[in-house]
């Protein structure tokens, strides 16, 4: 496992040892941490109290529900290309922290041409557009950052997000999914439900670079009581394993969209979204449709006519056709209603 463990009986030194899903006893935890059975009780009650279930069984021990499959820096690396693994400056996976996004944005950059990458098996402030929460449960999703400095914060930037779409879809299918569409401007669909999404943050420099955070966030299975919880806000959820005809690799999945990224964003770097725009069209999902959009000018519903080159939003409304470069998007007038953030 490459998750960074710091010493002493913390949450991820624990779940190292329980990530087998088999029965531990106290006594042999305690004997392999060097240390007392309360202490790991009290680990145990830290994990709990973290939202991690930790079954229990009297005087034999503890364990996950199901086996775990903890992040690996050399599982995930694997997947690279040669030429995307040494555009790699950093690769931290991390078992705990606030946000991904927010992580690389606190630290120091990346030169051009370079990324530097953060995944964690825990958030605990994932964000999506617009302030929303991002709801990541432990070993059924995937929470990744990629920071990249572009040479200068061009006009192509805002339809960065839709090139990080195909992105994504390319990974997936990689992987054996099936299905897999794009919701304008940022969402992963799976049978008109939501699957992940993207969040992008931007810090510029007047008259120069621009450093960017690209967070994308997973759901590989959506936990029962997860899906209850989305389901009573009306909401829909789906994970990448619906998609696939066998289970999917946890690092399997965080290797591909690595790797597809980076070729992305080299691309994107070079040409733009233009040269992306017909793969992205063959993956909207709300295309020929009818939607409602909600964006600065107000709302209205039309019928969706894919993307422009610069990746703007095309609705014909009451028979003009209109361009949206931002808003909250959802299907009208049967459409199930879905997931309308992103994550980091």
Known sequence: ???????GVTGAVLIALLADGELHSGESLAATLGVSRAAVWKAVQRLRAQGIEVLAAARRGYRLPQPAELLDAARVRRELAPDHAARLRRLELLFEVDSTNSHLLRSAPPPPGIADVCASELQTAGRGRRGRRWMAPFATSLAMSLCWTFAEAGTELPSLSLAVGVAVARALERQGA????????????????????????????????????IGIGLNLRVPEALGREIAAGGNRAAGVAESCPLPPSRNRIAGAVLDELLGVVLRFERDGFAPLRAQWQHLDAMKGRPVHI??????????????DARGALLLDVDGQRRTFVSG??????????????SVA
């Open 328 to 341: 909250d998007v959802s299907l009208r007038p049967a459409g199930p209603a879905v997931l309308e953030g």
């Open 178 to 213: 099936v299905g897999i569409r794009l919701k304008w401007p940022n969402d992963i669909w799976f049978e008109d439900r939501k699957i992940g999404g993207i969040l992008i943050e931007l810090r510029a420099e007047a008259g120069g670079a621009a450093h960017v955070v």
């Open 294 to 307: 909600v964006s600065g000018a107000g709302g209205c519903t039309g019928i969706a006519r894919g993307v």
């Open 1 to 7: 496992m490459a998750v960074s463990l710091p010493s």
